[in-house]
T-cell receptor, first 113, second 114 residues
Framework: EDKVVQSPLSLVVHEGDTVTLNCSYE??????LLWYKQEKKAPTFLFML????IEKKSGRLSSILDKKELFSILNITATQTGDSAVYLC?????????????FGKGTLLTVNP | KAGVTQTPRYLIKTRGQQVTLSCSPI?????VSWYQQTPGQGLQFLFE???????NKGNFPGRFSGRQFSNSRSEMNVSTLELGDSALYLC?????????????FGEGSRLTVL
C-alpha cells in the first residue's frame, strides 16, 4: 500500500522566515510526487517532481526530490501571511493510475505578521 | 475558463438519509475523481471516472457510489448516511492526457451528518 508521511504536522513562523516542509513516501512503482497548497478552499497545484536532484522553483517556493532516500522537501523563503495554508504532498497510485493520489496528512503552516 | 464547480457547497443531513453531490469539471477535462477529506484521515480517494466508466475505486463501502455523464459531469451518492460520513467531499478534474497527475480541484461540498 502506498504511503505518504509529512512533517511537521503544523508550523508557526513569523513573516520573513524561511520554512522547510518534509514529505517521505513509500510506493511500489514511483512515477511522480506532487505538492498542493490548500487554503480554506480547493487544493491548488504547486509542483510535480519526477527526477531526483532537479529543483523546481516558482517565486519564493521551491521543491526538490530525492528518489534514493524517498523524500521531497518544499522550501518557502521570505514567508508572507498569504503563505498560511495546509501544504499537501501526494503520489499517484502504484497500480498505474495518475488520478488516484495518495495524500499525506498535510503540514499546516501559519505565518504571523 | 471556469474551474471545477461543485454543488451544493454545504449541506446537513441526518443519519440514514442519502445525499447526492454534483461536480462539473473544467471544460475539456474528461477525468473526474472524488476525494473525501476529514481532519483525522486527510484526503482519501473515493473513485475516478473517465468517459462514463469508473476506472479506479478507493477503499470505501458500497454505500458510496458515483457516475459520470456523457458531458463529463459527475455525481456521487452516499446512501444510509452515518455520522462518520461528515466530511469535505472534493471533486477534481484532469485532461487525462500526458499522465502528469495534476488535478484541478473544486472547492468541495461540506457534508454534515447529524
Amino acid at each position: 500500500e502506498d504511503k505518504v508521511v509529512q512533517s511537521p504536522l503544523s508550523l508557526v513562523v513569523h513573516e520573513g522566515d524561511t520554512v522547510t516542509l518534509n514529505c517521505s513516501y513509500e510506493v511500489t512503482n514511483f512515477r511522480s510526487l506532487l505538492w498542493y497548497k490548500q487554503e480554506k478552499k480547493a487544493p491548488t497545484f504547486l509542483f510535480m517532481l519526477t527526477s531526483s536532484g532537479i529543483e523546481k522553483k516558482s517565486g519564493r517556493l521551491s521543491s526538490i526530490l530525492d528518489k534514493k532516500e524517498l523524500f521531497s522537501i518544499l522550501n518557502i523563503t521570505a514567508t508572507q501571511t498569504g503563505d498560511s495554508a495546509v501544504y499537501l504532498c501526494a503520489v499517484p497510485n502504484s497500480g498505474g493510475s495518475n488520478y488516484k493520489l495518495t495524500f499525506g496528512k498535510g503540514t499546516l503552516l501559519t505565518v504571523n505578521p | 475558463k471556469a474551474g471545477v464547480t461543485q454543488t451544493p457547497r454545504y449541506l446537513i443531513k441526518t443519519r440514514g438519509q442519502q445525499v447526492t453531490l454534483s461536480c462539473s469539471p473544467i471544460s475539456g477535462h474528461r477525468s473526474v475523481s472524488w476525494y473525501q477529506q476529514t481532519p483525522g484521515q486527510g484526503l482519501q480517494f473515493l473513485f475516478e471516472y473517465f468517459s462514463e466508466t469508473q476506472r479506479n475505486k478507493g477503499n470505501f463501502p458500497g454505500r458510496f457510489s458515483g457516475r459520470q455523464f456523457s458531458n463529463s459531469r459527475s455525481e456521487m451518492n452516499v446512501s444510509t448516511l452515518e455520522l462518520g460520513d461528515s466530511a469535505l467531499y472534493l471533486c477534481a478534474s484532469s485532461l487525462a492526457v500526458g499522465n502528469t497527475g495534476e488535478l484541478f480541484f473544486g472547492e468541495g461540498s461540506r457534508l454534515t451528518v447529524l
